[in-house]
């Protein structure tokens, strides 16, 4: 049942209306962050204004403008929308109050740019989690990729300017060269409908050929998502600031990626009408592929950041190889794992951050004995690192459980068997961080007998990584809420 509704646009538009006021008080760090929080809290507010009618099975509907004849600016909150929505909001809380503590604690310049890009880009987020038809999502899409490119280059040096400039090139060339002529061949296609109301736009005059060349250049083009070959640009973005990484590189902007591909596969094509055209296999095997090659190479990576980051691109194709079951359990898995992962790896993020707020290191080699000196910090990175491999009692069990179940249910025993090898490789490339940390002692300095004395971050940096920590823990008590939204995608 669709209902018309103003809290969309409201939802949408108030971390907007924060930037003129950030602006304002750039000169009074307090008030500035003030309001951020006030936007950030607003957000969340009417977001759960919004939750009761959705879990009863309605949808929400806000529209403006026509940008093409019959097309205009749509809004629609759906259980998809809505557990993208509560997860990106609920995150930007807590990392406005890391950001505190981080950018404060290291003296960063121009943190009110930061901030006003940081509102901009959730403000586009909400935008893509909303988007009623794909003209809204692709412009969201790309206003993300803009509002998001000065918090990449925000150190202003050689490395951060190259690798924005990846980042931009990737996102904008491979959207407007694969996206945007599927997005043209679907308005032809359907006589001028971009809607997801049935979940089945192409569902006629379409071929097997046809089918797979849009359906890989939807996959592929959404770049965001992190797939090979179009993932460079995710590592080289870590030049950025750690609350930029943790909350646009873990949560905002990659699982924009994910969605826009889950939108496809549900909204435009339909599971039905992929199943029909037989073309699912070949984005199993890019996901599969990517979830392999990203684990390996994530095993080489002395930098954490960098190890985090491949280890992303890998937990993102989960998602991508989920929806391409076309099975329930596996559609399911998809949405869950956008929310049990991104509470699991702004954790690590979180963490990687505070590590080297309190001790300037960035290396994985350089944290042997850290567990001794910051336990909160390390402890919350072993529970994030916990709830990324998927194991209880974090989160993440719980997506990888209806992913594997997908796998059998589809018959894929052989992307059943990816699941378990990557899962052990998770293994390998996050546990022995914590297991060093605690269980081995910090080399001596100089000769000396005792190290130098490291104390944990500071408190605004340790609180919401505690907190994040916690919540993946909670994602695995009590799951229905994420289960009952990801369930409503498959009963469309």
């Not at 990392?95 to 930061?114: I, N, P, V």
């Not at 179940?405 to 025993?413: K, N, R, S, T």
Request: hydrophobic share 55%.
């Amino acid at each position: 049942m669709t209902e018309f509704s103003f809290i969309p646009l409201f939802t949408w538009i108030v971390s907007l209306l924060a930037v003129p006021g950030i602006l304002l008080f750039r000169k009074r760090p307090d008030a500035r962050e003030g309001i951020t929080f006030l936007a950030a809290f607003l957000k969340l507010g009417m977001i759960f204004m919004m939750l009761p009618l959705i879990r009863e099975g309605k949808i929400l509907c806000f529209k403006f403008g026509e940008i093409l004849p019959g097309i205009p600016i749509e809004f629609r909150v759906d259980g998809l929308g809505m557990l993208f929505a509560l997860v990106a909001s609920s995150l930007w809380i807590l990392t406005t109050l890391y950001s505190l503590g981080y950018m404060r604690g290291l003296k960063e310049h121009d943190q009110t740019r930061f901030f006003v890009c940081f509102a901009l880009s959730l403000s586009a987020t909400i935008g893509v989690a909303f988007a009623g038809n794909l003209l809204t999502l692709y412009i969201f899409y790309e206003i993300l990729s803009l509002s998001t490119y000065p918090l990449v280059t925000h150190h202003g040096d050689k490395e951060a300017r190259s690798g924005g400039r990846t980042y931009l090139s990737h996102l904008l060339g491979t959207s407007v060269a694969f996206v945007l002529p599927a997005m043209i061949y679907c308005y032809w296609k359907s006589g001028g409908d971009l809607n997801f109301t049935d979940g089945s736009l192409l569902s006629t005059n379409i071929g097997s050929d046809a089918g797979l060349i849009v359906l890989l250049a939807f996959t592929l083009g959404f770049a965001k998502s992190g797939l090979m070959p179009f993932h460079s640009w995710l590592p080289n973005a870590m030049v950025a600031p750690t609350p930029v990484s943790a909350l646009l590189h873990a949560v905002a902007v990659v699982k924009v990626g994910v969605f826009c591909v889950l939108r496809v596969f549900t909204g435009v094509f339909g599971t039905d009408l992929i199943a029909e055209l037989d073309i699912a296999a070949v984005i199993s095997y890019v996901a599969a592929f990517t979830i392999i090659v990203s684990s390996l190479i994530a095993l080489t990576q002395d930098n954490l950041k960098r190890r985090l980051a491949f280890s992303t691109i890998g937990q993102l194709a989960y998602i991508v190889l989920g929806v391409s079951f076309l099975t329930s359990n596996g559609v399911t898995g998809s949405a869950m794992h956008i929310a049990t992962h991104a509470f699991g790896k702004i954790t690590l993020f979180f963490c990687a951050g505070a590590i080297f707020v309190a001790t300037g290191k960035k290396y994985v080699s350089q944290m042997v004995g850290l567990g001794r000196q910051m336990p909160v910090t390390m402890l919350a990175f072993l529970f994030g690192s916990l709830s990324i491999i998927g194991l209880p009692p974090f989160g993440g069990a719980w997506s990888k459980w209806y992913l594997f179940l997908g796998a059998l249910e589809a018959d894929q025993l052989a992307m059943a068997v990816v699941l378990i090898i990557s899962s052990i490789l998770n293994i390998a490339y996050l546990l022995p961080i914590p297991i060093n940390a605690f269980f081995r002692r910090p080399p001596q300095e100089d000769g000396q007998a005792e190290t130098i004395e490291i104390k944990e971050a500071p408190m605004a940096c340790v609180v919401p990584l505690s907190i994040t920590a916690v919540g993946g823990l909670l994602l695995f008590l009590f799951p229905e809420l994420g289960f009952e939204l990801a369930q409503l995608l498959t009963k469309k």
